[in-house]
């Protein structure tokens, strides 16, 4: 069974709010303390999340920083009620993930202070002939014409690589805070089994390859970062680059902003920028691929208030919607 806050909290006089879903909103003592109310704590598993990234399974470090006691203390409070395992600092995203078998990266930042286009980028145009006749021909497949395939380049950045170790490539950005942190690569090739690659935050992995090194890793950051944090009607989490190009297309009019988790769970930095980004919104939901396993529903917590949307008949991806599956799917 898992720990029992309500009688935690009313015992030693901890305000609380209720939430949804078996979410309790209390402050976060690492935030600040009193009015911080964004700290969510599960009554279903004992864990814990705030918006900024503290968080937790185990119930014994969240009452150390409450009651400010000894660790021996917790564990008198706690005693044989909890189910969960103690580990100190380890994350309830990267525990319950763990519970399902899966293993996530842990974040990673380079030594890099500033990155820049590599020379054989240019900017996706009709003008290049190598452009005119790879890139734009892949994005028309995408259902993109010409018009909207330059507006798309335009809004996102896309660039294209005729040679070097990113050819045949259109490149997608990675902007945070202003400043190019990583870019990821989607093949025109059909011939290529490597559909998406991305620059490493290791030094010496990219040396090796004759890269510079990342800013930051591609699992650590949300695409599109900088148009999340001012807000909108609502913000669509999908699993792929070319998904949330496609979503934020297609939506831009109706205030529906896209980002992506460039694989299929989120890391707990991608959860901290959620955290932050998602009260921005009216509404937040997922887009999953169909073929997407229920460990990608279950990496988000609860009292993140992301519902999920199904893909409708016909499309695989988000990135195959048409325009009128789009606006059947978010109709007003």
């Known amino acids: 069974m898992p720990f029992n806050w309500p009688v935690f909290f009313d ?15 209390i402050w ?15 009554t279903k598993s004992g864990g814990y999340h705030c918006w900024h990234g503290h968080s937790g399974i185990s119930p014994h470090r969240l009452i150390v920083a409450l009651l400010g006691c000894s660790q021996a203390e917790a564990n008198s409070i706690v005693g044989s009620d909890s189910g969960s395992f103690v580990r100190g600092d380890d994350t309830f995203a990267a525990d319950s993930l763990a519970r399902l078998g899966i293993r996530q990266e842990s974040a990673q930042v380079s030594n890099a202070e500033f990155l820049t286009p590599l020379p054989e ?10 452009c005119r006749k790879l890139a734009m021909p892949y994005l028309k497949s995408r259902g993109y014409g010409r018009d909207d395939a330059l507006r798309l380049a335009e809004r996102y950045g896309l660039m294209f690589a005729s040679t070097g170790p990113f050819a045949y490539r259109i490149i997608v950005p990675v902007i945070e805070d202003g400043l190019l942190v990583n870019w990821t690569g989607r093949t025109v090739a059909s011939s290529d089994n490597l559909r998406y690659k991305s620059l490493s935050t290791d030094v010496e992995r990219a040396e090796r390859q004759g890269l510079p090194p990342a800013v930051k890793n591609i699992k650590d950051v949300l695409l599109d970062i900088d148009r999340l944090r001012k807000g909108g009607r609502t913000l669509v989490v999908t699993e792929g680059p070319f998904d949330a190009l496609r979503v934020g297309f297609l939506g831009k009019r109706r205030g529906i902003r896209a980002t992506c988790l460039f694989g299929k769970v989120p890391t707990d930095a991608q959860l901290g920028q959620l955290h932050e980004i998602v009260p921005r919104f009216d509404d937040a939901v997922v887009l999953l691929d169909r073929d997407a396993g229920l460990e990608s529903f279950l990496s988000l917590p609860e009292h993140l208030g992301i519902r999920r949307m199904e893909l409708p008949g016909g499309a695989s991806d988000p990135a195959e919607l048409t325009e009128r599956q789009f606006s059947q799917l978010f109709s007003d």
């Open 28 to 42: 976060c003592q690492w935030c600040g303390g009193p009015g911080t109310h964004h700290m969510g704590v599960s």
């Open 11 to 25: 015992r030693y006089g901890i305000p609380y709010e209720e939430g949804r879903r078996g979410w309790l909103s």
């Open 121 to 130: 980028f240019s900017r996706v145009t009709d003008m290049g002939f190598m």
